[in-house]
C-alpha cells in the first residue's frame, strides 16, 4: 500500500518538512509519484523511517544512519542495535538512580519546609554527574571570550532570573514552531524576526552572540543529536527549522 507524505506525517509524527529533508538527503525516499508529482510512500518506506527514527533516538548522526541503512545485510544493522543495546542497558542504570534522586526530593518537599539530613542530601545526588557536562563544554570552549563570559554571568543568577530565561526561550522556540507547522520558510521575515530575538535573547543572558557565532550554534543544533533531541522537544523537526533559519540569517 502506497501512502502520501500528509498521512506518513500524521502516522509517524514526523513533519512534512522533516520528510522532505529526508527525501532531498537521500535517507527516506519515496518510492512513488502520483502523475502529479507527489509523493508516495511504500511499505519498505515506511520500515526504512520506522528504522530511522529508531536510530536518530539512540543519538546516530543522519549520514551515519544513512551508511547503516544502506548496507546490503540485516545482520550489520540488527549488530549495530545489539550494541547500542548494550550502552543503554547501562545507562539504564545511572537514570533509575537519577529517578530514585528526584522521587527522594518530591518525598522532602512534600514533608513540608526542607529540612534535610545527611542522608537526604546524599541521596538526592544520586546517579547525577555534571562533571560529565562541565569538563566537555571547557573543553570545547574555555579559552573563549565567550564561555568567560558566560560563566560569569550565570554565576550571578537565582532562580527569578532562571525563570525568566526559561519563559522567554519557551516563548520564542513557540513562535518558531507556529510558523514552522504553518509552512513558513526560514526566510520569512516572520521567521528571521523570531531567530533575532533568538541571538539577542542569548547575547542578553550569556555573551554577546555575534552572527558568525549565531550561525555556529545554528550547525551545532543539528550536528550534536543531544542538542536536537532537546530541541526537538519544544516541535518535531524544529532543531533543522531553527538551524536553517540561522543560515539564512
Not at 509519484?33 to 507527489?38: D, E, F, H, I, L
Amino acid at each position: 500500500m502506497a501512502i502520501t507524505v500528509g498521512e506518513l506525517s500524521r502516522i509517524s509524527g514526523v513533519t512534512v518538512r522533516t520528510l522532505h529533508h529526508y527525501d532531498e538527503i537521500g535517507l527516506v525516499v519515496p518510492s512513488q509519484r502520483t502523475t502529479a508529482n507527489y509523493r508516495l510512500y511504500s511499505d519498505d518506506d515506511v520500515l526504512r523511517l520506522q528504522q530511522v527514527l529508531v536510530f536518530r533516538e539512540l543519538g546516530m548522526p543522519l549520514d551515519e544512519i544513512a551508511g547503516v541503512l544502506d548496507d546490503a545485510t540485516l545482520a550489520n544493522r540488527a549488530e549495530l542495535l545489539r550494541r547500542h543495546r548494550e550502552a543503554l542497558v547501562e545507562k539504564r542504570g545511572t537514570l533509575d538512580a537519577m529517578l530514585a534522586a528526584v522521587d527522594h526530593a518530591i518525598a522532602v518537599l512534600e514533608k513540608g519546609p526542607p529540612v534535610m539530613t545527611a542522608e537526604d542530601f546524599e541521596k538526592m545526588f544520586d546517579g547525577f554527574d555534571p562533571a560529565e557536562y562541565e569538563q566537555e563544554a571547557e573543553q570545547r570552549w574555555g579559552t573563549t571570550d565567550a564561555y568567560k563570559e558566560s560563566q560569569r554571568r550565570v554565576k550571578q543568577y537565582g532562580p527569578i532570573e532562571w525563570q525568566a530565561i526559561k519563559d522567554e526561550s519557551a516563548a520564542i522556540n513557540a513562535r518558531l514552531v507556529e510558523l514552522m507547522q504553518s509552512g513558513a520558510a526560514p526566510t520569512d521575515p516572520r521567521v528571521q524576526a523570531a531567530i533575532e530575538d533568538h541571538r539577542l535573547h542569548i547575547s542578553k543572558w550569556f555573551y554577546d552572540c555575534s552572527k558568525e557565532i549565531h550561525r555556529g550554534l545554528g550547525e551545532m543544533y543539528v550536528a550534536d543529536p543531544r542538542f536536537t533531541k532537546n530541541i526537538d522537544k519544544a516541535g518535531a523537526g524544529l532543531a533543522q527549522f531553527l538551524s536553517d533559519a540561522i543560515a539564512a540569517s
